[in-house]
T-cell receptor, first 111, second 113 residues
């Protein structure tokens, strides 16, 4: 699975959009980008995933660059409950491989 | 709430002992994966069970073993505990093997003294 690089930490003001970047320059054509988050004292929570098109669901939007070497997770209106560690993961879709979590980005939403 | 429940929530053991952790998967899910999360790090894959068979294993020694039962619940067993086994152990269920979405429980915090 391709390796990902994320900033260690980020701050965001409550009510503003949080934009979390992820670099995956060695991504292969059949690898998807997944985002999970882990709120303190809980297990990771699935947010969204995509292959090459931008994706949106009730939680977030995923923007993937045309060359697919990087992506951005957007939380449109961050709340204090969005404070968490956000993991960007690259993996073959529907594959049998496990998710490989890195260290993620610690997002602190400030009041 | 994901519907995945783990027990116990906390556990203290001493070095050399054995431990069994339990996981009840979400209704309708036939695949269970176990992850180990050391303090300050991301979860690391231990193994996955699909329909009662091991379906993939991470870089963990054989003293980490598991079981999946006909109702798809699962156990993680660790023998000869070492201090470095102290971690949060997470169970995740999915509809099928290789499914994109994993549903995680809140984990069991194991401390080895």
């Amino acid at each position: 699975d391709a390796k990902t690089t994320q900033p260690t930490s980020m701050d965001c003001a409550e009510g503003r959009a949080a934009n979390l970047p992820c670099n995956h320059s060695t991504i292969s054509g059949n690898e998807y980008v997944y985002w999970y988050r882990q709120i303190h004292s809980q297990g990771p929570q699935y947010i969204i995933h995509g292959l090459k098109n931008n994706e949106t669901n009730e939680m977030a939007s995923l923007i993937i660059t045309e060359d697919r070497k990087s992506s951005t997770l957007i939380l449109p209106h961050a709340t204090l409950r969005d404070t968490a560690v956000y993991y960007c993961i690259v993996r073959v879709g529907k594959g049998r491989r496990a998710l490989t979590f890195g260290s993620g980005t610690r997002l602190q939403v400030q009041p | 709430e994901t519907g995945v429940t783990q027990s116990p929530t906390h556990l203290i053991k001493t070095r050399g002992q054995q431990v069994t952790l339990r996981c009840s998967s979400q209704s309708g899910h036939n695949t269970v994966s176990w992850y180990q999360q050391a303090l300050g790090q991301g979860p690391q894959f231990i193994f996955q069970y699909y329909r009662e068979e091991e379906n993939g294993r991470g870089n963990f020694p054989p003293r980490f073993s598991g079981l999946q039962f006909p109702n798809y619940s699962s156990e993680l067993n660790v023998n000869a505990l070492e201090l470095d086994d102290s971690a949060l152990y997470l169970c995740a269920s999915s509809l099928d093997r290789g499914d994109e979405k994993l549903f995680f429980g809140s984990g069991t915090q194991l401390s080895v003294l």
